[in-house]
């Protein structure tokens, strides 16, 4: 059970006031907020510990390099991964899917297909168009139901044996569907394909094991799952990793340089080219302490009464269309009201001290499905309460009022 009263003293910014009211942020999906216990970690490494790492014979930089590999030891327990050297750690999401969809273009050719899913944010999309363009390789798209649901039965028929990749996220930021990825993996493997996961949205409310998932590529983003941003993970399968080439070079990626011909690092130096951020490493590892302290079971089911709460309650406004409808979905909820800009109703929920996303959510093909310009996104977290959704609720109404 969650004590949500405690867990909400772990987050200085929940005291602020923004307009004069007190925050309420359910931007969650953004990008979460940051834990003392997560602070605390950035001022202490910067106070103590400051130094480049892998390099230095002193002490800082040996104190320093230690951290952050236990870092690295922290993220590959809690992702399963069965080998340390599987996880690399990138700025983000979108630095962990160009590193691959870069491999991939001395892997794929001329007549290969690849498939991405209808519900993907600009980062699993735009990267593999570019591949697409370099290789001659054919992207086709798993669509989706007016729910938001992929339709499996079209995923099955578009899978060949020209499939190479597939790519799908874990969860919608858009609309907050939970994509049934055991059943991708295994399907996209029965063809001889590959697999990326785009985990963004995952992490902060599930704890994928990548193992027991049998994927092949996974990727996240530190600042979603409470910390910072600029890190991330991308997690990679060995024989996946050694067959891809390196993504940038520069320091730290090679084993030896001669202007004849440069040799590589191993895993997983190879793809990490350059001081890293050592600190955002670090402070990683303690957002993942963190939430395993909460427990992701405690989390889920906390999130999943809120989400519930807020259906419902917001589904009693009239004219209020929520976007997004599958069976299984996280505590995502994007919506409209009739005849109201999304932009309009953010603003006046701003005015209030109430956070939300507006616009298109970098998904635009999905806003295409609706026919919409984009919508008004609320993603709750685990230290959200029911009295902040009944604020939420309140604040809609007024601005329906506002701008009817
Ligand atoms: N979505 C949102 O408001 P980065 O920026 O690399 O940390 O994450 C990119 C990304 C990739 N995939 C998914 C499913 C995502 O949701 C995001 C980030 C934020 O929905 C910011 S656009």
């Not at 230095?56 to 690295?72: I, N």
């Not at 406004?317 to 997004?324: F, P, R």
């Not at 635009?364 to 959200?384: C, E, H, L, W």
């Not at 959704?389 to 604040?395: F, P, W």
Request: charged share 20%; with cysteine; glycine share 8%.
């Amino acid at each position: 059970m969650i004590n949500i009263a405690k867990i909400r003293e772990d987050f200085p910014i929940l005291n602020r006031k923004v307009n004069g009211k007190p925050l309420i942020y359910f931007d969650n999906a953004a990008t979460s907020q940051t834990p003392q216990r997560v602070i605390d970690e950035i001022v202490n490494y910067y106070s103590n510990y400051n130094a480049n790492i892998h390099r230095g014979v002193h002490t800082l930089s040996q104190e320093a390099t230690d951290l952050y590999e236990a870092a690295r030891l922290k993220i590959q327990k809690h992702f399963n991964a069965k080998h340390s050297y599987e996880v690399i750690l990138t700025s983000g999401t979108t630095h962990g899917i160009n590193l691959v969809a870069n491999g991939f273009s001395t892997l794929l050719h001329k007549g290969d297909e690849v498939l991405v899913s209808a519900l993907e944010h600009h980062s699993n999309i735009v990267p593999w168009q570019m591949l697409c363009e370099r290789t001659g390789a054919t992207l086709k798209v798993i669509p989706m139901n007016e729910h938001g649901e992929l339709i499996m039965s079209t995923y099955e028929e578009l899978l060949s044996e020209q499939t190479k990749l597939v790519f799908v996220n874990h969860i919608s930021n858009a609309l907050g569907t939970i994509n049934p990825i055991k059943q991708m993996i295994d399907m996209a493997h029965k063809v001889g394909a590959a697999i990326l996961i785009d985990g963004a949205q995952s992490c902060p409310h599930i704890k994928p094991d990548v193992q027991e998932l049998d994927v092949d590529f996974y990727v996240t983003s530190a600042h979603k799952m409470c910390g910072p941003t600029g890190v991330g993970m991308l997690y990679g399968k060995e024989e996946w990793l050694n067959k891809l080439p390196p993504y940038q070079g520069g320091g730290e990626m090679i084993d030896q340089v001669t202007f004849a011909k440069t040799t590589y690092a191993g895993l997983p130096h190879k793809f990490e080219a350059g001081t890293p951020n050592i600190c955002g490493g670090i402070a990683f590892g303690a957002a993942v302490d963190y939430m395993n302290a909460i427990g992701f079971d405690a989390i889920a089911s906390y999130e999943h009464k809120l989400l519930n709460y807020a259906t419902k309650q917001l589904l009693k406004i009239d004219g209020l269309k929520i976007y997004g409808t599958a069976k299984e979905k996280t505590s995502v909820i994007s919506f409209n009201i009739e005849g109201i800009h999304p932009y309009d109703i953010g603003t006046i929920l701003d005015k209030m001290g109430i956070a939300v996303r507006t616009g298109h959510h970098c998904a635009q093909p999905i806003m295409d499905f609706f026919k919409i310009p984009g919508t008004v996104r609320a993603s709750f977290a685990f230290y959200n309460t029911k009295e902040e959704i009944d604020a939420l609720v309140k604040g809609v109404e007024t601005a329906k009022m506002m701008l009817s």
